[in-house]
Structure formats: C-alpha cells, structure tokens
C-alpha cells in the first residue's frame, strides 16, 4: 500500500541527518579524527557516499545536489540578515585588524586565480595529449578549494546547461579533495608551527570537547541566542526561518525577472549567482528593518545557528552527492589537476604567510582553511593555535569575507568567460593572471612582504 503523502524528501534529509549523527559519534570516540579535527559534516557525508555507492539504499542522488544547492543559498541569506552589533565591542586594534583582513584578502585574490590559471594550462595540456575536456573544467579548482562546494555545485549545474556533461559532481569531487588538502595537509602544518614556537599565545593544547566535538555535561553552555519573540505569538526560531523564507521569495523573483530582461544565456547564469542576489537582498531586508526600527526583530545568535545548521548539511549533502561512476571516469585529470593546484596552494599560502609582520601563523592557519575548504574549516584550523580566539583573527576572518567581495565576483564572472563571452580559454587564462600579479603587488606594495619570520 503506498502512503497517503509523498514521503522521500523527508526520507533523504532523514538519511542525511542519521549520517550526521553518526559523524558526531565517530568524531567523539576515535582519535585519528579527533586528531585531524574532521568535522562530524564531512565525516557522515563519507559515510553517507559509501552506503549510497554500494546501492545499499537506493535514493536518487540527484535529489541531494538539490540539498545542497538550497543549503547553499540559506546559509548565505543566513549570513545577510545576521546582524554585526557584536563587532562594535572589540577592542580598539581596529587599524591592525583591517590590515590583517586586507592581507587575507589579497592571499584569497591570490590563490582564486592561481588555482584559475593551473586548472585552465591543464586543460590545455590535456588536450594536446589527446582528451579534450570541457572549457572550464580546470575553473572547478578554485570553485571546489577556494570558493567551495556551494559554488561548485551552483556553476556546475548551470554549466551542465551548455554541454559540460557531469560538472556538478565533479565540482563536488574537487570540493571534498579540498577539504582534505585543509584537515590532512593543514592541522599537521600547523601543529609543525606551534612546535617551533610561532603560536602567538603559547603552546595550549586544545581541551577534550573541541578534540571530540561534544561539550561535556557539566561545563557551562555558551549561548545560542536571545528571544526576540514571545513564546505565547510564535517561536524565535520560527520567526528567523520565516525571514530566511522571506528573502528566499524575494530573490527567486528578482531572478525571474532578471531571466525575463537578459539574453538567454545570461539568465542561464543567474541560477548559479543565486547565492549572491540572496546575500544582497538579505542585507537590503535587514537594512529596511532598521530603517523602521525593528531590526532588533533578528537575533544574530539565531541567525548564526541557522547558518551553522545550514552549511553542515550543506557538507553533508555535498559529499554524498558524488557520483563514484562519473569520478572514476575523470578520475586522472582531477588528480593531477587537485594534486598539482593544493600543493602549490599549500606552497604559496605558507610562503607568504611567513612573511607578514605579526600573527603569522594564525592568519596563515585562517586563510589556508578557507582556501582550500571553506571558513568553517579555516576557522577550525585557526582554533588548533588560538584554542580560545584571544587574538582578533576570528574577527578579521569575517571582515576579509566583506573585502574579498570585489575580488571574488570579478573571479565569478571570469570562469564563465568561456561559455558566457565565448572567450578563449588562453584569454581568460591570461586575465586570471593578472588578476594574480596585481594581487600579488600589493602584498609587496603594502609591505605584507617582509623577511619571513620562521
């Protein structure tokens, strides 16, 4: 007998919540993933790929690439109507603070075209050996490592649209090698530093809780947020989802819209900025609810979980939506191409690390993490040397989000040249470096680039 309603949208994300459970329980009892600090997201999105792949449950996998793409979008609407109040009690280092984001900044203006450029001479060199590959093929690089499994997954699928057969699960497959390249390469980098003494705040090993991911029962809380409802009208979180879902309508039909006025290829292209109309049209409903004094209506502590609830399903989701088949079927050049592109990351990002004048190594720790995972990963990263966040690179951490922005859509806009302009590959290979060389000048020409520290 079938049942009265359709139940598999629930099933999956019932599926993708039991995997996650027990990526928390794995992370609390076995001490290689304590030690490498893999997060419980990742750990069951692994789990989650390995039991899909042997068909022992039999879901569509293309239902969690939807997941994905719309946890994608939440977290960064979450992230919009998120309120910066709590910024305004830090201390007064506010010039030493904006010079270190402006330094992590200009790494990520960096490493964007620098994976953009190795993933693009590849794909050239692939095809003088015989086996031509898609145009922008070598862009999943920094979309997987830098910019992360959201916008590969976004890019990928509008891009699928043009004849790139597969490019969402193999934007994935680069954003899960990422994440290896930030917890396999980057704990035991950092923890090299912290032996050698570079750790600003001495040499504090990180307490059990953070090693096994769960706080212990009779250690104090920290809070999730504030009522800003009362219980008796409708629920705070309730409340937060509601602007979410507010946002989400909006954008969906500035999108329409926007499809309705621009050639057709452009509108194909705005799906996979979706993620950005909604972080703009969340920034603009959090400022009309200011301007009419009620923007005290958003807790950022809410907010905050519900982006962190957001990206961890996200995680989840990204990594059980690859398709096992289609990796092996590429398996070489995305080898070589994410070998080749995280170690030179690797390469770039600690070189040039050495060399600022102070916090060498937790901002080195922050920006590697993001560029090769996500900011969750480079705060994980940072959290292995600044256990308690005494130094203000957290902070500088979401001040370089809102710097790199220009950098960033520029860099969005180009790895569509090919599709979206009919660029040569050659041509938007030769723009990415310049974009490159001109970051790179600025690290000299605002004296980032000292003699290295260790």
């Known amino acids: 007998m079938h049942p009265p309603f359709p139940f598999e949208p629930f099933l999956e994300f019932g599926f993708l919540s039991i995997v996650l459970i027990i990526g928390v329980i794995l992370r609390a009892k076995l001490p290689v993933l304590q030690r490498f600090l893999f997060p419980s997201c990742l750990i069951g999105g692994f789990l989650g790929l390995i039991v899909i792949s042997t068909g022992f449950i039999d ?21 919009g109507l998120t309120t910066s109040s709590d910024r305004k009690k830090e201390p007064g280092s506010n010039k030493k603070m904006l010079r270190g984001a402006l330094w992590m900044a200009l790494i990520e203006g960096v490493t964007l075209p620098m994976q953009a450029v190795i993933g693009g001479l590849l794909v050239l060199m692939y095809g003088l050996l015989g086996k031509d590959l898609f145009p922008t093929f070598g862009f999943m690089l920094p979309l997987g490592f830098t910019e992360g499994p959201g916008q590969a997954l976004s890019f990928g699928k509008v891009w699928e649209g043009f004849g790139f057969a597969h490019a969402a699960t193999i934007g994935l497959t680069f ?28 040499t504090t090993e990180l307490s059990r809780d953070i090693l096994k991911g769960i706080v212990p029962r009779d250690q104090k809380k920290e809070k999730a947020g504030e009522l800003t409802m009362h219980s008796g009208n409708v629920d705070t979180i309730a409340f937060q989802a509601a602007l979410i879902g507010l946002v989400y309508v909006l954008v969906y039909g500035l999108v329409q819209l926007l499809i309705k006025v621009v050639p057709p290829d452009i509108g194909k292209m705005l799906w996979g900025f979706f993620f950005f109309f909604g972080l703009f049209v969340a920034l603009i409903v959090r400022w009309l609810m200011a301007r009419i004094g009620v923007d005290h209506l958003i807790d950022p502590g809410v907010q905050k979980r519900l982006t962190g609830w957001a990206v961890d399903f996200l995680i989840v989701s990204t990594v059980i939506a690859i398709q096992m088949v289609v990796v092996w079927q590429y398996i070489l050049p995305i080898a070589v191409t994410a070998g080749v592109g995280g170690l030179l990351t690797t390469l770039v990002v600690f070189y040039l690390g050495k060399r600022i004048d102070t916090l060498n190594l937790e901002r080195t720790a922050a920006i590697y993490g993001t560029c090769t995972g996500t900011v969750s990963s480079g705060l994980l990263l940072l959290r292995i040397v600044d256990p308690d966040f005494k130094t203000p690179v957290a902070l500088e951490v979401g001040i370089m989000n ?29 723009v990415f470096v310049v974009i490159f060389a001109v970051c790179l000048a600025l690290i000299r020409i605002l004296k980032y680039w000292g003699e290295p520290k260790y």
Do not use: K, Q
Not at 63 to 69: D, I, L, S, V
Not at 402 to 430: D, K, R, Y
């Open 59 to 79: 879901f569509d996998i293309t239902h969690f690439e939807t997941f994905a793409y719309h946890f994608f979008i939440i977290s960064f609407i979450s992230v």
């Open 175 to 202: 954003a899960a090698i990422g994440f290896f390249f930030s917890f396999f390469v980057g704990v035991p980098l950092v923890n090299w530093g912290i032996r050698r003494g570079m750790a600003a705040d001495g």
């Open 402 to 430: 809102v710097i790199v922005v220009p950098i960033i859509l520029g860099c969005m806009l180009l790895v569509n040249a090919p599709v979206l302009w009919h660029w040569s590959l050659g041509m938007t290979i030769l």
